[in-house]
């Protein structure tokens, strides 16, 4: 019995210990799928490495009219969501908490955004641009993103990894879900926080250091 | 001993008639005010903010009192039917399209005015369902 009671103690010990060793190393996980690939060595020799989901390639049309495409995020991290102007329910609650976080790191080149447009017919970059410039937020670090809806849905649900749809028994038209989804520099998907809920949005915050002292190693 | 304790029942018992009476108007208030809390919550909250701050230039803010105290008869309204023209709050202009809310009934629209009409830095007591129905008559 009494054993017993050591062998708890020392395990309690050792979690405790683990985890604050655990500190110092604090990564955030990668989402996503992910397979295994054969790589060939400078010396010839095999080994297999993990490829990760990523952002593939894209192109929209911004709040000013002028294409974005994948390189106007790179070497950033930024934080990607799916919304339409005209929405009454989730979207205000988002961009507010957004906002917080575009205020917060204001002077971070480092970090971006990008709305996308979920409303296809209303949304055009004009009324973007006019959405951007109410919220307080127009300029090159927060990008309002507009394309066609089958460009937009199918990077929402198959690399965002965002429910999007139009839906006409909604009073607004459209439904999806309020992920802000956190992307690396290497376009992977290492966050998604529910940008209506106040925890999670602060848990974004405390993430966006950890992911950007990952590249300063 | 026993007179004293019986003074004390009795100067209690009138306080609490007189309490209670004080109250009744108050209490009504009360109520109106936690229910349209929650519609707050349900309906409002979303763009004007949990403590009605608004959202940038997209959505007013609900503490300008002076404007709910000039329009305090359109605010049922408001609610209903939605607001497509230009207000001024605060001394800034807001022209986004306010959606309706035609679903509500005018118990509903009476306690989310109370509720408004007391929060955010204002306060201007009660106001009634058939407040509510007369406002409504006279929407534009």
């Given amino acids: 019995?009494?054993?017993?009671?050591?062998?708890?103690?020392?395990?309690?010990?050792?979690?405790?210990?683990?985890?604050?060793?655990?500190?110092?190393?604090?990564?955030?996980?990668?989402y996503g799928q992910r397979e295994a690939k054969e790589v060939k060595n400078a010396d010839g020799t095999v080994s297999v490495d993990t490829v990760y989901q990523t952002i593939p390639a894209f192109k929209f049309l911004n709040q000013d009219?002028?294409?974005?495409?994948?390189?106007?995020?790179?070497?950033?991290?930024?934080?990607?969501?799916?919304?339409?102007?005209?929405c009454s329910t989730i979207c205000p609650t988002m961009h507010r908490n957004m906002k917080e976080i575009f205020e917060k790191y204001k002077d971070n080149p480092d970090v971006m955004y990008l709305s996308h447009t979920i409303d296809f017919k209303y949304d055009t970059p004009s009324r973007l641009k006019e959405y951007a410039k109410k919220l307080g937020v127009d300029g090159p670090k927060w990008q309002f993103a507009y394309g066609s809806k089958d460009s937009v849905y199918k990077i929402a649900e198959k690399d965002y990894l965002v429910a999007v749809g139009e839906d006409s028994t909604q009073r607004d038209?459209?439904?999806?879900?309020?992920?802000?989804?956190?992307?690396?520099?290497?376009?992977?998907?290492?966050?998604?926080?529910?940008?209506?809920?106040?925890?999670?949005?602060?848990?974004?915050?405390?993430?966006i250091p950890v992911l950007l002292a990952e590249d300063k190693k | 001993?026993?007179?004293?304790?019986?003074?004390?029942?009795?100067?209690?018992?009138?306080?609490?008639?007189?309490?209670?009476?004080?109250?009744?108007?108050?209490l009504r208030q009360d109520i109106y005010y936690t229910n349209g809390r929650d519609l707050y919550i349900k309906y409002?909250?979303?763009?004007?903010g949990v403590?009605?701050?608004?959202?940038?230039?997209?959505?007013?803010?609900?503490?300008?009192?002076?404007?709910?105290?000039?329009?305090k008869q359109k605010i049922a309204c408001y609610i209903k039917n939605g607001l497509s023209e230009q207000v001024t709050i605060h001394g800034q202009q807001?022209?986004?399209k306010m959606p309706d809310f035609p679903t509500l009934a005018n118990i509903d629209l009476a306690q989310i005015v109370v509720y408004i009409t007391n929060s955010f830095g204002n306060k201007q007591g009660h106001y009634?369902?058939?407040q509510v129905a007369d406002d409504l008559k006279n929407c534009k």
């Fill in chain 1, 1 to 30: 019995m009494k054993f017993k009671h050591y062998l708890f103690s020392a395990a309690l010990i050792a979690t405790t210990l683990s985890f604050t060793s655990c500190k110092e190393t604090k990564k955030l996980p990668v």
């Fill in chain 1, 65 to 86: 009219s002028t294409y974005i495409t994948n390189d106007t995020f790179k070497d950033k991290i930024y934080i990607a969501d799916f919304f339409f102007t005209s």
């Fill in chain 1, 173 to 207: 038209g459209y439904i999806h879900q309020g992920w802000l989804v956190l992307i690396d520099k290497e376009k992977r998907i290492r966050g998604a926080y529910d940008g209506t809920n106040k925890e999670q949005v602060a848990q974004l915050m405390k993430d």
């Fill in chain 2, 1 to 26: 001993m026993r007179r004293r304790l019986l003074s004390l029942l009795l100067l209690c018992t009138i306080g609490l008639i007189v309490y209670s009476c004080q109250d009744a108007g108050q």
């Fill in chain 2, 44 to 48: 409002c909250q979303n763009c004007h």
């Fill in chain 2, 51 to 71: 403590n009605g701050e608004g959202l940038s230039a997209l959505a007013p803010p609900l503490t300008d009192t002076i404007f709910l105290l000039q329009n």
């Fill in chain 2, 94 to 96: 807001y022209q986004e």
């Fill in chain 2, 128 to 130: 009634t369902p058939e």
